[in-house]
Each structure stands twice: as C-alpha cells, then as structure tokens.
T-cell receptor
Framework: EPEVTQTPSHQVTQMGQEVILRCVPISNHLYFYWYRQILGQKVEFLVSFYNNEISEKSEIFDDQFSVERPDGSNFTLKIRSTKLEDSAMYFCASSESFWANYGYTFGSGTRLTVV | SQQGEEDPQALSIQEGENATMNCSYK?????LQWYRQNSGRGLVHLILIRSNEREKHSGRLRVTLDTSKKSSSLLITASRAADTASYFCATDGQTGANNLFFGTGTRLTVIP
C-alpha cells in the first residue's frame, strides 16, 4: 500500500538552528500538508500546499516556517531559528483531492527536539 | 473553535469487549474522519463519513454521525490487544479551507 515517507524519524537540534524536515508524499496525490503534535496535545494544522504554492496556513505557520517542493517527489518543511517550543512531532500528509474526501495519508512523523 | 472533543479521554476494556468512543464538534462539516495513532507513531486513517451519511461500517469498525447533535461515535467490536492506541476524530470545518481539525483523542487500552 502506498505510504508517505518522512525523514528523519528523530532530529535533535540546538535552539536557534535551522532544520529541514523531509517528506515524500504519495505519488499521485495533489495536496500536501504539515501538521504538528506537541507532546500530550492535539494534532494541529500548519499548512497545506497545492499546485506549488501554499493554499492555507494556520496562525502557527509564521515567518519562521516555510515549505517547498524542490522536485517532483519531495515536500519539505523548514523551521528557521528553532525555539524550545518548536519541539514536537511533525507529520506530513497527502491527499488525492480537496476536502480530503478519501482521507489523508499521514507519514510516521519526525520527532523534533530543540535543546 | 472547530476542534472536536472526544470522550472518554481514556478507556480500558477486556479483549473481546466492544469499545465506544464519542466525538463532538462545533461547526458544520463536509465530513468527519477517525484516525488511530499508536504511541509515538503516525496517524492512520480509519474511516471517513460524509455529512449526508448516518452510519458507516468498515470491518470491525462502525461509525455513526448525527449532524443535528454535532456528534459522532466510533465502535470497535470484538476488540483485540492490538487495538490499543489513541483514536482521534477530525473534521474539515466546512470553511472552504482544506485542513483538518483534530480532537483531543481517546486513549484505548485493550487488556489481553
């Protein structure tokens, strides 16, 4: 069964450093997303991406964050100047259609620890 | 907030019993989805129910949706130890935005 692949599975970074989280969405999906889950809290929407541009973003997704689809397969989330509160699980997801009528496929996540 | 709220927050049952989890939400929706998350792992899509549907089945899963009460339930029948996980409902919020709003989750423990 097709799956969304995320790398790395765990990243530790020092406060103030930049990190890039990588995702390979399912090949025939057109919509891509990043979500995050701070330990013990809800899964929160960060950003959605379609047709090589951001389609929606949440209040969390400020200038510290950016997304990119550098080639035909990868979808990346860059976090500049990381803060302690950025520590969380970051999930990439993809879907075939708008409204996610067939559900999203999530990756297994990247656990980011900022020290 | 459009986010759903599940109850109970935690549920512990014996293997073979049925598990029922409930979700309430606040705004109109196009669809509601249930996801499962094993500890420290990713989210696995279980089932999607559209706003014009009242009940849906998938294997041992049964989902109901009551849009008048803005609530949904997930029933897992004949539970197994492997069903131990957190279960989340997620709604689309019908805002024109293509993103999901997740609830707080129910932590299900199935005792062998």
């Amino acid at each position: 069964e097709p799956e969304v692949t995320q790398t790395p599975s765990h990243q530790v970074t020092q406060m103030g450093q930049e990190v890039i989280l990588r995702c390979v969405p399912i090949s025939n999906h057109l919509y891509f997303y990043w979500y995050r889950q701070i330990l013990g809290q809800k899964v929160e929407f960060l950003v959605s991406f379609y047709n090589n541009e951001i389609s929606e973003k949440s209040e969390i997704f400020d200038d510290q964050f950016s997304v990119e689809r550098p080639d035909g397969s990868n979808f990346t989330l860059k976090i500049r100047s990381t803060k302690l509160e950025d520590s969380a699980m970051y999930f990439c997801a993809s879907s075939e259609s708008f409204w996610a009528n067939y559900g999203y496929t999530f990756g297994s996540g990247t656990r980011l620890t900022v020290v | 907030s459009q986010q759903g709220e599940e109850d109970p927050q935690a549920l512990s049952i014996q293997e073979g019993e049925n598990a029922t989890m409930n979700c309430s939400y606040k705004t109109s929706i196009n669809n509601l989805q249930w996801y499962r998350q094993n500890s420290g792992r990713g989210l696995v899509h279980l089932i999607l129910i559209r706003s014009n549907e009242r009940e849906k089945h998938s294997g041992r899963l049964r989902v109901t949706l009551d849009t008048s009460k803005k609530s949904s339930s997930l029933l897992i029948t004949a539970s197994r130890a492997a069903d131990t996980a957190s279960y989340f409902c997620a709604t689309d919020g019908q805002t024109g935005a293509n993103n999901l709003f997740f609830g707080t989750g129910t932590r299900l423990t199935v005792i062998p």
